[in-house]
């Protein structure tokens, strides 16, 4: 759940960068065929077109475009901002205070399993309050999967809002990235009740320990329910990019949730890159309503000689399906991918070595040789 922040942005990067050097680098004598990477790359150029097109904002089309069209649009504004934002806004507050005092009373006066059932009731609360606020339409198709041990709910990921969508019916237990600010308050001191998993991508030993907790989480009778977005990043709900294998390798029943944002009145998918979440929220309070379809499908296990990749790309065409998303093999993190100049210089360093090699040592002796004197030459004339 939720975005990445810059330093795991430059860490994610950095690994990227170093797995492509270490592929490239290589000590075999240059063949013809070794070209075929470069133009691979530079063909790619194109279909990197497609990818980005997972992670943009559709702006909505203008229909204000004549006199009375624009008179219309006009009145729809101010009694978006100036009627229905304001009592929203009101709405939400009360909630929240509510919330906020019931929430602390419940810590206060209960203890143990009484404790924890009220927590959650008040965490639905709270997720109908939000969506109330937004006005919205949300229909769920199917019914949820019966709890039980050793079971695993995933679904498309549009924006942070999925979560709140999705537990205003039941508090799943989330696994997601761990924030600060407001929404990292909110992890800590209101949905550790709902026992998540939050992990750190900045940490690599995070990862076996939130791999040793899900199994954990999952493994205990009476559990909540775990729910994870496997594609690890916002996708703009128009497709559906490559599940991670974690959730679909530890033998437990996945229970697909399909879900998709209407796009007639608000786009539902978050850009960080653009807007904050705060901005998000605004967004969506301003509109007429959020329209949702959410559909709970039937729960999948691993067939016989399945591996976790192909069971996580078919559960992947399986929820693409039912939503109208269009399903692509793209590794969502390569959305924080961008080539430095560190990374550049290195591959042609590597390129034109082996092109060294090939010409054979008396060419690269006296390209040596070249390199020196023209460094000589710069040294006298400084």
């Not at 279909?47 to 069209?69: G, H, I, K, T």
């Not at 750190?200 to 559990?223: F, L, M, P, Q, V």
Request: glycine share 6%; hydrophobic share 40%; proline share 4%.
């Amino acid at each position: 759940m939720g975005e990445v922040n810059v330093l795991e942005e430059q860490r994610i990067q950095r690994s990227i960068e170093d797995r492509l050097i270490r592929q490239a680098s290589t000590d075999k004598p240059f063949q013809f065929h070794d070209v075929l990477p470069v133009v691979t790359e530079g063909a790619s150029v194109v279909v990197q077109d497609d990818f980005s097109r997972c992670f943009q904002s559709e702006p909505p089309e203008p229909w204000n475009w004549n006199a009375y069209l624009f008179v219309l649009w006009s009145m729809g504004v101010v009694v978006r901002y100036l009627i229905l934002f304001p009592i929203r806004l009101v709405l939400l507050l009360t909630g929240a205070l509510m919330f906020a005092v019931a929430f602390a009373l419940v810590k206060w006066l209960l203890r143990g399993e009484k404790r924890a059932e009220w927590e959650r009731k008040l965490i639905v609360f709270l997720c109908s309050v939000f969506v109330m606020s937004w006005t919205g339409v949300i229909k769920y198709h199917g019914v949820i999967p019966k709890q039980k041990p050793n079971q695993i709910y995933v679904c498309n990921h549009s924006s942070m809002a999925d979560m709140i969508v999705l537990s205003q019916m039941n508090a799943f237990s989330v696994v997601g990235q761990q924030h600060k600010g407001w929404v990292g308050f909110i992890q800590k001191h209101v949905l550790s009740s709902l026992d998540c998993v939050w992990f750190n991508r900045g940490e690599t030993k995070d990862r076996a320990k939130s791999a040793a907790r899900i199994k954990a989480h999952i493994g205990k009778e009476g559990a909540n329910r775990l729910l994870i977005f496997p594609e690890g990043t916002c996708v703009n709900n128009e497709y559906c990019v490559q599940f991670k294998k974690g959730a679909f390798d530890m033998d437990a029943e996945i229970c697909p949730i399909a879900m998709k944002y209407n796009k007639i009145f608000v786009e539902g998918y978050w850009n960080s890159r653009a807007q904050s979440f705060l901005m998000y929220l605004v967004r969506l309070m301003t509109s007429w309503a959020v329209v949702c379809d959410v559909w709970y499908l039937e729960p999948q296990t691993r067939r016989p000689g399945e591996s976790a990749v192909e069971f996580a790309g078919r559960v992947q065409r399986m929820v693409a399906k039912q939503a109208g998303l269009q399903a692509v093999e793209w590794d969502g993190y390569m959305k924080y991918f961008r080539p430095s100049a560190r990374f550049l210089a290195k591959r042609q360093q590597i390129f034109a070595e082996s092109m060294l090699r090939k010409l054979g040592p008396e060419y690269s002796n006296k390209n040596k040789n070249k390199n020196k004197k023209n460094k000589n030459k710069e040294n006298n004339k400084q």
